[in-house]
């Protein structure tokens, strides 16, 4: 048995858990982090999102996707963590 089973085995069922669920939602948000999918915007900056995928395709002509395809939104993201 190693000691990481072991410490997990000692602790009672009202603390396992939450602790389980704070190591995902922590490992997620890492993940999304490192991939670029989850970025910090500083105050002085603007934000431009990029939709990669759609099921409508790409943008037929131009640069901005108006009808939900994949491309440059016309929206702009606001300061603070953005996914």
């Known amino acids: 048995m190693s000691d990481l089973q ?3 085995e000692m602790l009672p069922w009202g603390l396992r858990f ?3 669920l704070l190591l995902v939602l922590v490992s997620l948000v890492a993940l999304g982090w490192i991939t670029g999918a989850i970025r910090y915007i500083r105050n ?3 934000g431009v999102a ?3 995928f759609s099921v409508r395709g790409s943008v037929p002509s131009g640069l ?3 009808g939900g395809e994949a491309g ?4 702009c ?3 603070g963590c953005t996914s």
């Open 64 to 66: 901005i996707a108006l």
């Open 77 to 79: 993201c606001a300061a």
């Open 50 to 52: 990029e939709k990669l």
């Open 44 to 46: 002085s900056r603007v």
């Open 72 to 75: 440059y939104s016309p929206t």
């Open 6 to 8: 072991g410490a997990a």
């Open 18 to 20: 939450p602790l389980e």
